[in-house]
């Protein structure tokens, strides 16, 4: 199956928050469990998860609601509600008023601190958690992932578990630290370093340029990418010969712009890929946003990881990685149409352009901003999710789509050839 890879969704975070400890936040714990731990005394906890535009969704609770979606990061200190209308106001503790930087070409984001809350998922279970609740959901994931996300979180779950991403049946499996024995029949074992609650790794080596350049980069299961690359003083990459301007993703402040294009090879481990499809952010979305903190030359995402089971231990510090044979024969593709879509909030199954690159295919075949897609070949936009349309448009270089399109009222046909565009 081909990539559901897609450049608009690949989230990227590099959230700052003030920290959420004060001596008079904590509740009298006496009587109840604090932090993170297995119901039961379980030893590990299989959780399935939904894989959308390569981001992983778990369902999750906090308090007494319903199920909610959140997205995995490896590195988000907090557990941080994006969608703010799905918890009731008056039944959490505000404390206080903070202020959330990320990427994205806007400004910091306003946020309320909620203490003493209750967090479950599946047979996890965390009590007195603290949560980070935004305003307004200033990131709109639902629109762009076309499923409903309510928020997101990680770090805790890997700091307090061993955590296996098993991206071939779509679950995560927990287990106490004490309970993890790594075996060489597991996957390849390689160090990473925790800093700021994120995992780096120094495992990757670029093909590029005629060189070899051995690399430091994130580790992100929150970016649906498979490789970015930014600037730094230790190392600055010249873009490819052939690159498309693009929309690369969203960040907590806004929409990332920069360049998309493709390196000859990465390594990883021992393990070679080539033709890797790479972001290249503009520094104002992104590279000025890493001043100050851990050097790294970019990061890795799960169109990459899902290659692989992942194994995380942040206690000891390492990573496992075992390749999925089928996975790794894949090509790096991206999406071939020019289109940005974006599903309309009520329902999730209106889908409109919302961006079109220039010079593509998309803006060959008359399609405009704004337009309502209804038809794809013979199958109604009604009945496709966000990830199937993408697959969709990643189908071949010279395959056809016939659209289905309302515009101003007006319904019409539209065909689109798909183009590799780099």
């Known amino acids: 199956m081909k990539t559901s890879m897609w450049f608009t969704l690949s989230l990227i ?15 009298d714990v006496s009587q109840e469990k604090y932090g993170y731990f297995l119901e039961k005394n379980y030893k590990s906890a299989r959780i399935p998860f939904e894989l959308h535009s ?17 997205i995995l990061d490896t590195g988000v200190s907090s557990i941080i509600i994006t ?9 959490l503790r505000l404390t206080r008023k903070v202020s959330l930087t990320g990427a994205g070409e806007g400004n910091s984001v306003a946020a309320h601190v909620a203490i003493d ?12 958690q603290n949560i980070v609740v935004l305003e307004e959901d200033f990131l709109q994931l639902s629109e762009y992932v076309g499923v409903p996300v309510h928020g997101i979180f990680g770090y805790e779950i890997f700091n307090n578990f061993v955590v296996t991403i098993d991206f071939s049946r779509k679950e995560i499996i927990l287990m106490k630290q004490d309970k993890y024995k790594y075996k060489p029949s597991k996957g390849d074992k390689h160090p990473i370093v925790i800093e700021d609650t994120k995992p780096f790794t120094d495992a990757v080596t670029l093909f590029a340029d005629g060189r070899e350049h051995p690399i430091r980069v994130l580790i992100d299961t929150g970016a649906g990418h498979a490789l970015l690359l930014n600037n730094t003083p230790k190392e600055s990459f010249r873009l490819p010969e052939k690159v498309i301007r693009a929309q690369l993703g969203r960040g907590l402040n806004g929409v990332i712009n920069g360049n998309l294009g493709r390196i000859d090879r990465l390594r990883l481990g021992r393990y070679e890929m080539d033709n890797i499809v790479a972001s290249f952010p503009d520094s104002i979305a992104f590279g000025a946003k890493l001043q100050g903190r851990a050097e790294r ?16 231990n942040y206690q000891e510090r390492y990573m496992v990685l075992k390749p999925v044979k089928s996975r790794m ?7 071939m149409s020019g289109l940005e879509i974006r599903a309309e909030a009520k329902n999730l199954r209106s889908y409109y352009i919302n961006h079109i690159v220039e010079s593509s295919p998309a803006s060959t075949a008359g399609l405009k901003e704004g337009d309502q897609l209804l038809y794809f070949n013979d199958h109604a936009a009604s009945e496709l999710n966000m990830s ?11 395959r056809s789509i016939d659209l289905l399109v309302k515009r101003n009222g007006q319904i019409f046909f539209a065909r689109l050839t798909l183009k590799r565009m780099i």
């Open 13 to 27: 975070l590099l959230i700052s928050i003030p920290s959420l400890a004060k001596t008079d936040d904590i509740p």
């Open 54 to 70: 390569n981001l992983i969704l778990l369902y999750a609770k906090i308090n007494d609601t319903d199920s909610l979606r959140f």
């Open 83 to 91: 969608d703010p209308n799905i918890l009731k106001p008056d039944k």
């Open 117 to 128: 809350n209750k967090f479950s998922m599946g047979r996890l279970r965390a009590n007195h």
């Open 297 to 312: 030359q970019g990061n890795i995402g799960c169109e990459l990881l899902r290659r692989f089971k992942v194994t995380m």
């Open 329 to 335: 024969r894949e090509k790096f593709e991206h999406d």
């Open 388 to 398: 199937e349309i993408y697959r969709m448009m990643q189908r071949g270089d010279g």
